[in-house]
């Protein structure tokens, strides 16, 4: 697609549920990072994949946290048991190659899911 | 470790004026690159400048440009001309360029507001 897509654009979960969302990258693009962005802050890095591969999940707060890319392209992150800190926005970026100059490497995000946890 | 540091919670600029959005940062690399986001209130980051530490020359990008002083450890983004759709949350970001995935890192952004 032309842009990165992101879904649901809005989710209100009640503490305790389960919740999914998605990403749909820039085709083409090896890398995508998730990040989450709180209320008056700047992102904060949870998982990047290169391709199908998670290469790091160091931002990830808890193992309640879980994301995928089974296929290289579409990931979805998922969030058990939510919390009401879990209440963010969740922003997907994605990128072409890693292996060029940083210049090249611009990351594209999407509009984000907020999500709020009741 | 890397940290990205904007000392400007909000900022006002009168339309047409030119404005600087002040960045530091800290990183014990020698190779990464600087980076400046807008975030509208539609929520999607947009990118802006990029500048490699080892640009020897301060980047430009139309109205945009990067006032880069390596021994400070400063990347100052300079908005000339500021327009009514300037107003937006500004994020300076940086990444190694060793780290593999080359994730970035964010500092807690500025709010600019622009005055007709």
């Known amino acids: 697609g032309a842009g990165v897509s992101q879904s649901p654009r809005y989710k209100v979960a009640k503490r305790g549920q389960d919740v999914a969302l998605r990403c749909d990258p820039i085709?083409?693009?090896?890398?995508l990072f998730w990040y989450q962005q709180a209320l008056g802050q700047g992102p904060e890095f949870l998982t990047y994949?290169?391709?199908?591969?998670?290469?790091?999940k160091s931002g990830l707060p808890s193992d309640r946290f879980f994301a995928e890319r089974p296929e290289g392209s579409v990931s979805t992150l998922k969030i058990q048991r939510t919390q009401q800190e879990d209440s963010a926005v969740y922003l997907c970026?994605?990128?072409?190659?890693?292996?060029?100059?940083?210049?090249?490497?611009?990351?594209?995000f999407g509009a984000g899911s907020r999500l709020t946890v009741l | 470790a890397q940290k990205i540091t904007q000392t400007q919670p909000g900022m006002f600029v009168q339309e047409k004026e030119a404005v600087t959005l002040d960045c530091t940062y800290d990183?014990?690399?020698?190779?990464?690159?600087l980076f400046w986001y807008k975030q509208p209130s539609s929520g999607e980051m947009i990118f802006l400048i990029y500048?490699?530490?080892?640009?020897?020359q301060n980047a430009t990008e139309g109205r945009y440009s990067l006032n880069f002083q390596k021994a400070r450890k400063s990347a100052n983004l300079v908005i000339s001309a500021s327009q009514l759709g300037d107003s937006a949350m500004y994020f300076c970001?940086?990444?190694?360029?060793?780290?593999?995935?080359?994730?970035?890192?964010f500092g807690q952004g500025t709010e600019l507001s622009v005055k007709p």
């Open positions: 970026a994605s990128s072409l190659d890693p292996s060029g100059r940083a210049g090249a490497n611009v990351l594209t």
């Open positions: 085709s083409g693009h090896v890398s």
């Open positions: 994949f290169q391709n199908e591969a998670q290469l790091d």
């Open positions: 990183t014990s690399d020698q190779s990464y690159g």
């Open positions: 500048q490699g530490s080892y640009d020897e």
């Open positions: 970001a940086m990444r190694d360029f060793y780290n593999q995935g080359g994730k970035l890192i």
